[in-house]
């Protein structure tokens, strides 16, 4: 069974200063997302990560992906209030023509000024 | 309308109460997906829907019946639910056999069973 975890899970930090999110794996998958999720709002696509050492980057958010160590990374560098959310990575597990989803458990970040 | 869109946004039911939650993709998408979000737990898988056949169901309870009439609609119809049903209902929809098969989500159902 594929199970997903992120560490940390809460993360309080300053603005302007890195950090760092970890997702590890249990199974192969050849695909990794990470989602952001706003309080009461639902799940915004960030990145989709699809070959090991696949890196893509999105203003002040960086990814990266290890599939042999099935380790995917989220990088923050120079936070702002604005980053502060929810994050996910999820794993891909194909079935049927569809694909399931397996989630981590999120972590909640928050940037205080 | 554009994206994934869910009705209602809030529901407030008793346990003996009927109700559906209704969901609509406009991507064009061939895949849909029920997924139930509580406040302790990861986000939980319930059903996929491929081609409108349903081709996952991750062990739910008979409370919950899904209904996919079409590519674009997912309902998920509420019976008898217990108070430990009450969480975020989130629909997905992606679009299989070609790119990165990402799942878009809906904005949600606030499900409160009292």
């Known amino acids: 069974e594929l199970k997903v975890e992120q560490n940390p899970l809460f993360l309080s930090m300053q603005e302007g200063k890195n950090y760092t999110i970890y997702c590890n794996y249990s199974t192969t998958s050849d695909r990794l997302y990470w989602y952001r999720q706003d309080p009461g709002k639902s799940l915004e696509s960030l990145f989709v990560?699809?070959?090991?050492?696949a890196v893509k980057q999105e203003g002040r958010l960086m990814a990266s992906l290890d599939t042999k160590a099935r380790l995917s990374t989220l990088h923050i560098t120079a936070a702002v209030h604005d980053l502060s959310a929810t994050y996910f990575c999820a794993v891909r597990n194909r079935i049927q023509g569809a694909q399931k989803l397996v989630f981590g458990q999120g972590t909640r970040l928050t940037i205080n000024p | 309308e554009t994206g994934v869109t869910q009705t209602p946004r809030h529901l407030v039911m008793g346990m003996t109460n009927k109700k559906s939650l209704k969901c609509e993709q406009h991507l064009g998408h061939n895949a849909m997906y029920w997924y139930k979000q509580s406040a302790k737990k990861p986000l939980e898988l319930m059903f996929v829907?491929?081609?409108?056949?349903?081709?996952e169901n991750n062990s739910v309870p008979s409370r919950f019946s899904p209904e996919c009439p079409n590519s674009s609609h997912l309902f998920l119809h509420l019976h008898t639910l217990q108070p430990e049903d009450s969480a975020l209902y989130l629909c997905?929809?992606?679009?299989?056999?070609?790119?990165?098969?990402?799942?878009?989500f809906g904005p949600g159902t606030r499900l409160t069973v009292l």
């Open positions: 997905a929809s992606s679009q299989e056999l070609a790119g990165a098969h990402e799942q878009f």
């Open positions: 829907y491929s081609l409108e056949e349903r081709v």
């Open positions: 990560l699809l070959s090991n050492g």
